[in-house]
């Protein structure tokens, strides 16, 4: 079941998710943004922003984004490196939720740990407007 | 790799054509197949009248240029904040920069901005890495 974007509200926790991300995933998210991906794959490593990407989708497969999102901002700590194939178990909650001006803005926290420990921690910044439907990002 | 520095290093800017293949392919790889990104209608009929790159994307160039710098150590004690500033639209050729803003306590800090080819910022924001 997948929650409701217009439904949430500051303080909301979403279901947590676990994935993993294999080699092969790694090599075809480098080739896609052009990057040599030697250095990551040679050290068994997730790029740390295809980790943030990939986190990015688990999160609007639990909640869906409507059309008319656009990300506006991303703060990221990248604590630790991801090994490929590792599970990786992610957590988020709605930090703020606020509508001014026809603008909604949600910001979103989340951690992505690997054995309990964190390997990753940051906000995610969306914005929609609330008078018109303009496309997501 | 992992590399460590006696000194903060340069970051080298890192320029890349986005065009509609690159996002194509970067949708299925990062699993965001919005379609304000590829040549939808719905693309077509938003504000922008065509279809605008993954922010993710762009912001990715960021992230080559750190690696390029740090290496793998990116990945262990670095950070990003950025703002989305315009929206890229495809195809565009983008560059990314980072400006070294501060060293202290073996931590590095730039000023990172990406760019369209008139110098118009598409995001901007600073990053962060430890090189000693």
Known sequence: MTIDFHAVSAGDVLPAFTMT??????????????????????AGV???????????????EEMPLPAGVIHSGQEVDFVQSIPIDAEISGFAVIDRRSERAGVLMTQLGF?????????ARGKITIVMPTAATVGAD | ???????????????RLIDQARVDHYAVAARDMNPIHRN????????????????????ALISEAMT???GTRWANGG??????????????????RATLRSAHEGIATYDVVCEDPR??????????????
């Open chain 2, 68 to 70: 390029n710098a740090f």
């Open chain 1, 111 to 119: 951690e992505l740990q690997v054995d309990e420990a964190t390997a």
């Open chain 1, 46 to 60: 997730v790029p740390p922003l295809g980790a943030l990407a990939l986190t990015l989708a688990a999160l609007t």
């Open chain 2, 79 to 96: 950070s990003l904040q950025v703002r989305f500033r315009a929206p890229a639209l495809v195809p565009m050729t983008v560059t990314a």
């Open chain 2, 119 to 132: 110098g118009d910022v598409l995001l901007s924001g600073r990053a962060s890495a430890p090189f000693a």
């Open chain 1, 21 to 42: 991300i294999s080699a092969d995933e790694v090599r075809d998210y480098l080739r896609s943004t052009g990057e040599d991906p030697e250095v990551w794959l040679g």
């Open chain 2, 40 to 59: 939808t209608p719905e693309a077509l009929e938003s504000q922008f009248g065509q279809p605008v790159a993954h922010g993710m994307l762009v912001l």
């Open chain 2, 1 to 15: 790799m992992a590399v460590s520095f006696d000194e903060p290093p340069v970051v080298l800017p890192v320029t």
